[in-house]
T-cell receptor, first 116, second 108 residues
């Protein structure tokens, strides 16, 4: 099973709402990632969790709050977002971030977020 | 910081024509990965190149890693409509840094 599952597939929220994006993998991968992708742009790294600990935060605004409850789950909590935050949010996982030959990333289908 | 440049940004070809996208890094890469993203889809891993001068083939796709490990190319022979999508290279010095991608359209 090489699947990374993201829910919901689509999300519309107002600027005062609080919502969460969820990501799950059962491949035994120990690194999980959040990316943001705007239309016609490459994925842009937001956060990296290695062994359930936050290892990279690419200067992401605090209105995005990641959480890794266990090695299979990754959440992204959203609060007070802006319309410019509308994008495709991709989750990915890789086997072992510390080993060169094993950092192939498997992406989920993404959550398409619209902020009104 | 590390940058990965990718050209061309767009490529329109007639079905059956060949296609090549090029990727260049400002620094030496540990490895390079190629991903394909279909319209409305998500990036899907194609291949990873690790060794200097490495060449790998997947059916009609040929991937090459430069001798200096700073550049790479993806060549598709005799494109088909199923090849449509955006091809991203991604350089690794730990985490992935994506090139801007080449969007391929194929006219039947």
């Amino acid at each position: 099973d090489t699947e990374v599952t993201q829910t919901p597939k689509h999300l519309v929220m107002g600027m005062t709402n609080k919502k969460s994006l969820k990501c799950e993998q059962h491949m035994g991968h120990r690194a999980m990632y959040w990316y943001k992708q705007k239309a016609k742009k490459p994925p842009e790294l937001m956060f990296v969790y290695s062994y359930e600990k936050l290892s990279i935060n690419e200067s992401v605004p605090s209105r995005f709050s990641p959480e890794c409850p266990n090695s299979s789950l990754l959440n992204l909590h959203l609060h007070a977002l802006q319309p410019e935050d509308s994008a495709l949010y991709l989750c990915a996982s890789s086997q072992d971030p510390g080993r060169l030959a094993k950092n192939i990333q498997y992406f989920g289908a993404g959550t398409r977020l619209s902020v009104l | 910081g590390q940058q990965v440049m990718q050209i061309p940004q767009y490529q329109h070809v007639q079905e059956g024509e060949d296609f090549t996208t090029y990727c260049n890094s400002s620094t030496t890469l540990s490895n390079i990965q190629w991903y394909k993203q279909r319209p409305g889809g998500h990036p899907v891993f194609l291949i990873q190149l690790v060794k200097s001068g490495e060449v790998k083939k997947q059916k009609r796709l040929t991937f090459q890693f430069g001798e200096a490990k700073k550049n790479s190319s993806l060549h598709i022979t005799a494109t088909q409509t199923t090849d449509v999508g955006t091809y991203f290279c991604s350089g690794s010095q730990g985490n992935l840094i994506f090139g801007k991608g080449t969007k391929l359209s194929v006219k039947p």
